[in-house]
């Protein structure tokens, strides 16, 4: 091959070269502005964009917000507080009819310990007759001299009963010591909101109370031996005074001779 015809094909080589390099620029510039997919492919790989797997979705998104609003303050106002839970009437409603519905079966029984019946028709506040104490008590021996057949006892059920004790006095006859107080009402950790549960029946605060009255040595008061009122309102107020008593210096029972 002569000098010349080499010259030729380097020239060919040169031209073939620049061709190609003409070609991919045109590819590279159009496929850059005029692709529609590379177009859409581009703006999704933008550094400043944000893309699905780079975002921060919530566990629970329907209660993403609950745990920042549960520990705001009343003072931000900026979400309702969560409800608090107060029973229901219908707990209490349930609770007094079943009950009460058992107690008048079985008080139709000669052996029955106690009766009771509403006062007014109200379901909330009942009387209750104590029949039968220990009859080899004091206290028995006095309702037989005094021909006294039976304890009436008042008991009022607040709204929230039966997560809170109900409220029970002595009104008849006047009983000295036997955990009895002021205005009939009752010294028992039974009654009180410490020593209350929910599962206990009216049955049992009876039968518990008729031990009680008996342990602490109750006796028929034939002389009153003060002159205070015996009506429900010094009955609460000598209660309230009970239960913080308690709350202050524990529940310890007194010794019988104290009452």
């Known amino acids: 091959m002569t000098t010349r015809s080499k010259e030729k094909v380097v020239a060919a080589f040169r031209k073939i070269f620049r061709a190609s390099e003409k070609i991919s620029d ?4 159009s496929s850059s ?3 529609p997919s590379r177009r859409i492919l581009s703006r999704h790989h933008r550094p400043d964009a944000v893309t699905p797997s780079d975002g921060t979705v919530p566990d629970n998104p329907g209660t993403s917000h609950t745990g920042s609003c549960f520990f705001k303050s009343k003072k931000s106002g900026n979400c309702s507080q969560p409800p608090i839970n107060i029973p229901e009437r219908g707990v209490r409603l349930r609770r007094l009819m079943k009950e009460l519905s058992e107690i008048q079966r079985s008080q139709h029984r000669r ?8 006062v007014n028709d109200n379901l ?5 007759r104590l029949h039968k104490i220990d009859p080899e008590s004091e206290l028995a021996a006095d309702m037989r001299e005094l021909d006294i057949p039976h304890i009436l006892l008042h008991v009022i059920f607040p709204e929230t009963f039966p997560f809170a004790p109900p409220f029970m006095r002595v009104i008849s006859p006047r009983i000295e010591k036997g955990f009895v107080m002021e205005g009939g009402a009752i010294c028992m950790e039974l009654l009180t909101p410490r020593g209350w549960a929910s599962a206990y029946t009216i049955e049992a605060v009876i039968t518990q109370f008729a031990a009680s009255i008996v342990k602490g040595q109750g006796r028929v008061a034939r002389k009153p031996k003060t002159n205070k009122e015996f009506n429900r309102r010094s009955a609460e107020e000598s209660f309230r005074s009970l239960v913080k008593t308690h709350e202050k210096y524990g529940w310890v029972t007194p010794p019988l001779a104290e009452g």
């Open 26 to 29: 045109q590819e590279g510039a």
């Open 33 to 35: 502005t005029s692709s």
């Open 124 to 128: 909330f506040e009942w009387h209750v």
């Open 111 to 118: 052996d029955s310990t106690f009766t009771a019946e509403l």
